[in-house]
């Protein structure tokens, strides 16, 4: 029974520091949350490209 317990309180402490992540990098403007390149990718901005000369209408 208290095994149960501690494992239902572990897996809901892991879900709402995951959640948690995801909020506070979306709220940084990041569209890609987890990819290494989220916060210079010119997929989802265009004046990124523009600025970087990159080519990024493929």
Same mark, same amino acid.
């Given at each position: 029974?208290?095994?149960?317990?501690? =494992? $239902? &309180?572990?897996? /809901? =402490? $892991? &879900?709402?520091? /995951?959640?948690?992540?995801?909020?506070?990098?979306?709220?940084?403007?990041n569209k890609c949350v987890?990819?290494?390149?989220?916060?210079?990718?010119?997929?989802y901005s265009e004046l990124?490209?523009?600025?970087?000369?990159?080519?990024?209408?493929?």
């Amino acid at each position: 029974m208290i095994a149960t317990i501690i =494992a $239902v &309180i572990a897996l /809901a =402490a $892991v &879900i709402f520091f /995951a959640v948690r992540y995801i909020v506070r990098e979306k709220k940084k403007g990041n569209k890609c949350v987890g990819c290494p390149y989220a916060g210079e990718c010119c997929k989802y901005s265009e004046l990124s490209a523009l600025i970087d000369g990159n080519d990024c209408a493929k």
